[in-house]
């Protein structure tokens, strides 16, 4: 199996930063697309950002410029750097990693989420 935990978030001003891990352990072959998804309350969860294990990245239209996805392969990490926070960015962060196991089975694991709040 795959273990997904993110941490990284907080209570910051408009205008600020923050930087979101995550990190995927167990018996891993391969790291192959990660993502960073968002769900707000009453909303539906929405997708933020993806990597690829080359390093190809895809962004929703609404963080473009603000938020940068990063990996550190050997680390299985991967990171969402976010500038210029906004109040409508304020939502539970949860990391999707898809990977292949040792046992050659592909995973598509969750971490629990890392709450982002951003005041006014």
């Known amino acids: 199996q795959v273990q997904v935990v993110e941490s990284g978030g907080g209570l910051v001003q408009a205008g600020g930063s923050l930087r979101l891990s995550c990190i995927a352990s167990?018996?891993?072959?391969?790291?192959?697309?990660v993502g960073w998804n968002r769900q707000a309350p009453g909303k539906e969860r929405e997708l933020v950002a993806t990597i690829s294990s080359g390093g190809s990245t895809n962004y929703a239209e609404s963080v473009k410029g603000r938020f940068t996805i990063s990996r550190d392969s050997p680390k299985n990490t991967v990171y969402l750097q976010m500038d210029n926070l906004k109040p409508e960015d304020t939502a539970v962060y949860y990391c999707?990693?898809?990977?292949?196991?040792?046992?050659?089975?592909?995973?598509?694991?969750w971490g629990q989420g890392t709450q982002v709040t951003v005041s006014s």
């Open positions: 999707n990693v898809q990977a292949m196991g040792m046992n050659l089975r592909r995973y598509s694991s």
């Open positions: 167990g018996r891993i072959s391969r790291i192959n697309t």
